[in-house]
C-alpha cells in the first residue's frame, strides 16, 4: 500500500457575498456527534445478517474472523459521543474540526469477514456565537463497503487495491485490506433564523464531515470494482495494510456556500461555490428546517 497523504482544504472559495436580506450569520456553532455502527446493517463475507460479525453491547465496536494467531480484525469507534466548536466559514473553508475517529484493526484471518456497515452519526446544532436555542437532533448514515482482501498466494501476486503483495509500504505484510465509503458526507444543508418569525429570512448553512489524518481519496478502479463489483470504476475510500491498526481521524466543517470535492493527485481539495456536484453523489440528506 502506498503512505496516506494529508488532505488539503483549499483555500480559495467561489462564492457570492452573503445576502444583507438573511438573518444575521451564527459565527460559531456546538457541534455535537454520537456515533455508533447499526446492526441491523451488518452484513458479512458470507451474505449473513450480521453472519459472523460480532457488535459489542455500545454498538461501537465490530470484531469478524477466525484468528489464526494475532487477534481477529474489526472496528472501533472511539471519542463519541463528543462535543466541539466549529466557527462558520463565511464564503471560505476553514481548517475542519476534529470529532470521532475509526480505527481498523487490520489482523491476518481466515474466514468470514465484514463485507458491509453503516455508521449512524446523531448530529446535534446549536449555535455558540450568538448563544441561541439548538436545532433539533438529526440521524445521518454513512455506508461502508469493505473488502478483507487475499494476500494473493503469497509475496509477488497482484493485490485487489492495486499494487503487489510484499511489495511497498501498505502490501508489505500481505495486501492491503480495501475500504469504501459512502459519498454523501458533504453539503447537508439547514437553516437558522437568529431573528426570530417576522424577521429576515433564515440563513442557510452547510454542515461537511472530511477525513483529516489521512485523506479520502479516489481509489484506483481496481480497487473500486473489486469492492463494488464490474463497471463501478470511482470510488472514495482508503488502503489499510496488514498486521497494523489503522486510525482515521473525522472532522466537520459549517459554511455559509456549497463545498465540492475536486480530485488531485494524492489528496483531496475542496472547492466552494459550484452549481452541480461531482457525478457520483447521487444525492443529498437535508436537515429539518427549524
Known amino acids: 500500500m502506498k503512505t496516506f497523504s494529508k488532505t488539503i482544504l483549499a483555500t480559495a472559495f467561489a462564492a457570492l457575498a452573503a445576502s444583507s436580506a438573511n438573518a444575521a450569520i451564527v459565527s460559531q456553532w456546538t457541534v455535537g456527534v454520537d456515533a455508533t455502527f447499526l446492526p441491523g446493517t451488518i452484513v458479512d463475507s458470507n451474505g449473513g445478517t450480521p453472519g459472523g460479525v460480532t457488535i459489542n453491547g455500545t454498538n461501537t465496536s465490530l470484531r469478524w474472523g477466525t484468528d489464526i494467531g494475532n487477534g481477529q480484525s474489526g472496528l472501533d469507534i472511539t471519542n463519541t459521543p463528543v462535543s466541539t466548536t466549529v466557527p462558520t466559514g ?91 465509503m459512502d459519498k454523501e458526507s458533504l453539503n ?13 429570512p433564515a440563513q442557510q448553512y452547510f454542515i461537511s464531515f472530511l477525513e483529516l489524518t489521512s485523506g479520502l481519496n479516489p481509489l484506483p478502479s481496481v480497487a473500486c470494482e473489486s469492492v463494488l463489483g464490474p463497471g463501478n470504476t470511482v470510488c472514495l475510500g482508503f488502503l489499510t495494510p496488514e498486521a497494523a491498526n489503522t486510525t482515521v481521524q473525522f472532522g466537520a466543517i459549517i459554511t455559509t456556500e456549497r463545498v465540492q470535492i475536486i480530485p488531485e493527485p494524492g489528496s483531496m481539495a475542496l472547492m466552494g461555490g459550484a452549481l452541480a456536484a461531482l457525478a457520483w453523489v447521487s444525492r443529498r440528506r437535508k436537515l429539518q428546517e427549524i
Not at 119 to 125: G, P
Not at 188 to 200: L, M
Open 90 to 180: 463565511i464564503n471560505t473553508i476553514l481548517p475542519a474540526v476534529a470529532n470521532i475517529s475509526i480505527t481498523h484493526l487490520n489482523q491476518p484471518i481466515t474466514a468470514p469477514s465484514l463485507d458491509r456497515v453503516s455508521l449512524q452519526s446523531v448530529l446535534t446544532l446549536t449555535p455558540f456565537v450568538p448563544a441561541l436555542p439548538g436545532l433539533p437532533s438529526q440521524s445521518l448514515t454513512f455506508v461502508i463497503d469493505f473488502l478483507e482482501t487475499p494476500n494473493a498466494g503469497g509475496v509477488g501476486g497482484a493485490c485487489a487495491g492495486g499494487g503487489t503483495s510484499g511489495v511497498g509500504p501498505l502490501n508489505a505484510n500481505g495486501c492491503a485490506d480495501i475500504f469504501v
Open 188 to 200: 447537508f444543508p439547514f437553516f437558522y433564523d437568529t431573528d426570530g418569525a417576522g424577521g429576515d
